[in-house]
Each structure stands twice: as structure tokens, then as C-alpha cells.
């Protein structure tokens, strides 16, 4: 069953106000703002040996979608997807990965460009249901747009890394994911209690693993780009995808 | 007179409780590990670049198997024992005799070193290979691909609790039934530990990296893929698009990447899962 047909259904349901689940447990319809922030990147060295300081982060973020299904535990009593392997017999099971989303509790579909050194910014008001939340599915979406702080990409990142020897390298790099961040860990008892949705980028665990040194092609003012196939490109890659990077609070009280 | 009282006093026995059942738990390996994982076909289920893997050897450590509810712990196993799964099976892990019958909703067990396990269907000189090198899980095996074989043989320290086992069909836990046996499979998956990525429902199963990585040492490549050789494969190498980590920490090569596997072989009743907790 796709996604977005599962939270369709949640949602049709939520829109009766209740939810019955049988055993007396009610689910409401409630909403929560969701906002983005960054933790402050520290002048540690990454495991690479280089020291990171940075003029500017952006990412595209959006949409968020929320789900009761807990990270590396499958918490449903049928599984959400199709086992073809059943139809064919043998009792040899592939079934790859552990993390199973399970029942939709609620999403935001908006999609905006966010200034990670800015301080906290609000992406919009979630629709969701109250419920048990375990996780969450984050959108980093390319813009169509070439333009502004992204030039089109779903990450950009823009700073100084500093070997130990005191070489340089200025960079000026972007990344773009070919699927959304599954699996974010958001395990959290909501009910109708005030508060928001906060997600904070751990900037560190996207550059942690990158060898600034094989950047190359500086263009005309020293500026480096990461190529395709470089270290440099795959460890920002895996650092963006790792769900690790972005860490989920739910802040209580009113919006700031 | 005296038979008829005491027969009155069973009937009020058995009026209060729901009488008892057994409980027999074995193990499996399923085709995947008795057999052959092939190169996939198609859409069938196989290595997506060719190889084929199998095994020799699947050797686990099973312990502390459990049957509770949130109140009660109705059995638990004391013995650890050693299991060769790429041998023929199910095979008998342990039996409890005369639970209530009722529902237990909570099973489960660990797969963890310990020095103190005996054999199950294993052979004595494997069991005294797992106690003395501390193992919870040993892979014997070779993978082919066209004219290369890789040979492997990985052992692993892990030790994982499978908690809040569920069956995609029959629920968390178990029904002990009244005057009958439940038999309850803990399975393990050996595909897993040869998936390329370790949240992603997407995962392929690979070898072509695992191959790549029988390089080092005087001689070089030597046929044999060992753990110390995956250790020198950052995943920065590999194609950003495989090897995700999803939300593991501290997988940075493909030694820890096969061993966050190796914590999910462990699973209940065929394609059930359980919560594995690191210990």
C-alpha cells in the first residue's frame, strides 16, 4: 500500500473527529506547528582531521510525515507491504530492511527553504491525529528553482575546512537525495497538550566523514566544488541521509 | 465418598483455571541458509550482481528463550544451547511443559556468547570454537559469481535480545492451548546479513563489494574474505546509493555494516519480527 494512500485513509478518518480502536483507545484530530533548527557546529575536527567552519546552510524541507511505526522494530500486526515471495512458495523469506512506517498519524505538506544558521524557523501546522508516534519521514525536496540561497539543489552547504597542518580548503557544495529521509526516530505519546514539533539538523553528522581533500576544481575565486564520484560527495551524501542527523523533540507549550 | 470429594475439589481446580498446555520452541534456517541464496532473477529474491552464497556452517548461540505477560513469566530457558541451522531442521531449541493456557504476549529470546552452552544440533568441535572464542554467531560459507568463489568464515560477538516477538499472522507471543502443544519457530534469516542497506525496505542483497575487499595481505587476493579485510572498506568508498546506515551509529566500514546485520538474522515464526536490543 503506497504512503500517501495510508495517510489518506488516517486522515479521512480523523476528519470524523474520533477514532475508535477498540478497548476504549480514541484518537483525536489535533494539529502542531513543526519548526526546523540546527545545532551549533562545534570546532572539533571531523574524523577526517579538518575543521569545519561555515558561511551558510540551507536545505529544503518538506513535506514531513508522521508515522506510528518505531525504528528497527516492526510494531504492526500485518505487515504493510506485499510478499510476493509467499505466492511462489519456498520458505526462504526476504524481506529487506527492519523499519516498517506502519499506520500515517499525521503530515505537513508544505515545502520551504530553511537558513539552518538562522535560528529556529517554522515550516507550518501538521494535521495529524493524537496517538502513539514513533517516527518520521523527512522531505529534503529539490526546488524547481535555480535561483536563491539553494541555486536549485536540496542542500547547500558554503564554508572554510582547515586541515591539521593549517591548508585550506574553501567549498561551496550541494546535495540532492533521490528519496526522502526515512525512518527519523520520533517515538512520542501525543495527545491534545500544547506544544511543537521541533526537528534540529545535527550539521556535524553531515560533514563528520568528509575528506576535504578530494575536492578538486577550484574555480576562478578558490572556491572548490565536491565531483561526483569523490569521497568528498558520497560521505556528504551518506552524512544528509543518516537519520541520525536530524534529531526530533516534541517542545512543549505554545509556539515561540 | 473420599474419591467423590476429591473429585469435586479437581472439578473446582479446573473451573478456575483454563488447565495447561505445552510449549515446544525450535529453530530453522529456512532454504536461504540450508540451501542456496541464488543470484536474483527477475524480481525473485537473490544477490542483484550475481553471486550466489552457501553456507557450510550457521552456527548460533540460542539463550533465555521466554514466555511471559507483563505480570507473570510462565517459562525460561536456563540452558543455552549451540544450533547449526545450515543442517536440516526445524529442530527442538527447548520444550515447557504445563503453562497455563492462556495468552502469553510476550516471547523472547536472546542470541548472545555464552560459555556455559552446550550443543544443540551442533558439532562439539563448533560449540568449542563459539565458547572459546566468545561467539554468538558463526557464518562458514562461499559465494560464486561466474568462475570466482570468495570463501567466508565470520564470527561474530554480538549479543542480542529479541524482544516482543510477533507474528505477522498469529500475533505477539503465544496461545498455550488447554490439554495440547504450540510449537513456536524462532527463524533465523541468513539473506540479511548480505543486505545493502540496514533500515531501507528497498535493500538488495550484494557481494560484489564483500568480494572486492579480498585484497589485502602478502599474497593479496586469496579467495578469502575476511573480517579484517571488510574492516578496511570505508563505505565512503562504495557507491553512495548502497550501504546506507539509516539511523545505526557507528557503522563507518563493511565489518560494522555486516555486524549491524547480523542483529537482525534473528526473527519469530518465519517472517515475524522482534525488537533486537544490543547488549
Known amino acids: ?256 | 465418598m473420599k474419591n467423590w470429594m476429591l473429585g469435586l475439589s479437581c472439578l473446582g481446580l479446573v473451573a478456575c483455571s483454563d488447565g495447561t498446555g505445552n510449549v515446544t520452541f525450535t529453530t530453522y534456517g529456512e532454504d536461504f541458509i540450508e540451501k542456496e541464496i541464488p543470484a536474483a532473477v527477475g524480481d525473485e529474491a537473490g544477490f542483484v550482481d550475481g553471486w550466489t552464497v552457501r553456507f557450510e556452517k550457521f552456527v548460533v548461540v540460542l539463550s533465555e528463550v521466554k514466555v511471559e505477560t507483563r505480570d507473570e513469566v510462565g517459562a525460561q530457558q536456563t540452558q543455552a544451547r549451540v544450533f547449526d541451522v545450515h543442517k536440516p531442521g526445524p529442530v527442538v531449541v527447548e520444550s515447557f511443559k504445563d503453562l497455563d493456557a492462556k495468552e502469553w504476549d510476550e516471547i523472547s529470546y536472546a542470541i548472545a556468547p555464552v560459555a556455559t552452552a552446550v550443543t544443540g544440533n551442533a558439532d562439539a568441535a563448533d560449540v568449542e570454537r563459539m565458547k572459546t572464542e566468545g561467539l554468538s554467531v558463526l557464518v562458514v560459507g562461499k559465494a560464486t559469481k561466474g568462475g570466482v568463489t570468495k570463501e567466508f568464515d565470520w564470527g561474530f560477538k554480538t549479543n542480542t535480545l529479541y524482544e516482543r516477538c510477533e507474528s505477522p499472522e498469529l500475533g505477539a507471543g503465544v496461545t498455550v492451548p488447554k490439554d495440547g502443544e504450540e510449537t513456536v519457530q524462532l527463524t533465523i534469516h541468513g539473506d540479511h546479513l548480505f543486505f545493502d542497506d540496514l533500515q531501507s525496505p528497498e535493500a538488495k542483497m550484494r557481494f560484489d563489494a564483500m568480494a572486492a575487499a579480498d585484497k589485502l595481505g602478502i599474497a593479496g587476493a586469496d579467495g578469502v574474505v575476511t573480517l579484517e579485510e571488510l574492516a578496511a572498506v570505508d563505505l565512503t568508498e562504495l557507491p553512495a546509493e548502497q550501504y546506507g546506515t539509516g539511523g545505526a551509529g557507528n557503522v563507518r566500514n563493511l565489518r560494522d555494516f555486516v555486524t549491524a546485520l547480523v542483529r537482525t538474522a534473528g526473527h519469530f515464526r518465519g517472517e515475524g519480527e522482534c525488537s533486537p536490543k544490543a547488549r
Open chain 1, 1 to 256: 500500500m503506497k504512503l500517501g494512500h495510508m495517510l489518506k485513509g488516517a486522515l479521512a478518518l480523523a476528519a470524523a473527529s474520533v477514532l475508535s480502536f477498540g478497548c476504549g483507545s480514541e484518537a483525536e484530530r489535533r494539529a502542531f506547528p513543526v519548526e526546523v533548527t540546527a545545532a551549533t557546529l562545534s570546532e572539533e575536527r571531523n574524523e577526517r582531521g579538518w575543521r569545519v567552519a561555515l558561511d551558510s546552510a540551507h536545505v529544503s524541507v518538506g513535506p514531513v510525515r508522521f508515522f506510528e511505526g518505531r525504528v528497527l522494530l516492526s510494531s504492526r500486526a500485518t505487515p504493510r507491504f506485499f510478499d510476493w515471495y509467499s505466492l511462489i512458495g519456498g520458505t526462504a523469506h526476504a524481506h529487506p530492511g527492519h523499519y516498517v512506517p506502519g499506520d500515517a498519524l499525521g503530515e505537513l505538506l508544505e515545502t520551504h527553504t530553511v537558513d539552518l544558521l538562522g535560528g529556529v524557523s517554522v515550516l507550518g501546522t501538521a494535521s495529524a491525529v493524537t496517538g502513539e508516534y514513533g517516527s518520521l519521514e523527512l522531505t529534503l525536496a529539490t526546488p524547481g528553482d535555480a535561483q536563491g540561497a539553494l541555486q536549485g539543489h536540496a542542500v547547500r552547504v558554503v564554508g572554510t575546512a582547515t586541515n591539521p597542518d593549517g591548508g585550506q580548503v574553501r567549498f561551496d557544495v550541494n546535495a540532492d537525495l533521490p528519496k526522502p529521509v526515512a525512518g527519523v526516530r520520533f517515538e512520542k505519546s501525543l495527545g491534545t497538550e500544547a506544544g511543537r514539533v521541533r526537528i534540529t539538523v545535527d550539521l556535524r553528522k553531515w560533514l563528520e566523514r568528509i575528506d576535504f581533500a578530494t575536492a578538486t576544481d577550484p574555480d576562478a575565486d578558490g572556491v572548490y566544488t565536491f565531483p561526483a564520484d569523490s569521497q568528498a560527495r558520497n560521505a556528504l551524501l551518506r552524512g544528509v541521509e543518516d537519520t541520525t542527523a536530524y534529531v526530533v523533540t516534541w517542545e512543549e507549550g505554545a509556539e515561540q
